[in-house]
């Protein structure tokens, strides 16, 4: 007789049925600064504003949303200094270096340059103005 546990069988769950994060919220402090980084430095299509408390940004096949915490939730806005979160933004290897060119025209100062990383990715490391990390990346 061994110790040995039979493997469970994979388990079912309604959330199989999940292909995609199609919907993106990031909750604000600062609106105005928000969308003004948002809309104009990297230029993101509006595709519509709901509210003053809520705007939508369509990336591909996926939506961005920027909203106060209010909004959908009774959430505290996230304290100053601190990430909410990390955003990832796929373009081609060339696009990298475009896009740092870009971000440093517009006055947004760079994290790190584009950087060829031993995973396979070349990235590029920047903030919003809520201080929420954002990459670009190509994978080489």
């Given at each position: 007789m061994t110790d040995e546990k039979t493997p469970e069988p994979a388990r079912q769950s309604p959330f199989n049925a999940i292909r995609a994060i199609d919907y993106t919220v990031v909750f604000v402090r600062d609106m105005a600064a928000m969308r003004r980084f948002y809309e104009d430095v990297l230029a993101f299509p509006l595709s519509r504003e709901l509210s003053p408390n809520w705007i939508e940004y369509s990336i591909g096949s996926n939506t961005l949303a920027l909203a106060r915490p209010s909004r959908t939730a009774?959430?505290?806005p996230t304290p100053?200094?601190?990430?909410?979160?990390?955003l990832a933004f796929k373009v081609s290897a060339a696009e990298v270096d475009a896009c740092a060119d870009e971000l440093v025209r517009q006055g947004v100062a760079l994290l790190?340059?584009?950087t060829n990383q031993p995973f396979g990715h070349r990235t590029l490391f920047f903030r919003d103005p809520d201080g929420n990390l954002l990459e670009i990346y190509a994978e080489i």
């Open positions: 009774g959430d505290a100053t200094g601190s990430a909410s979160l990390q790190s340059p584009p």
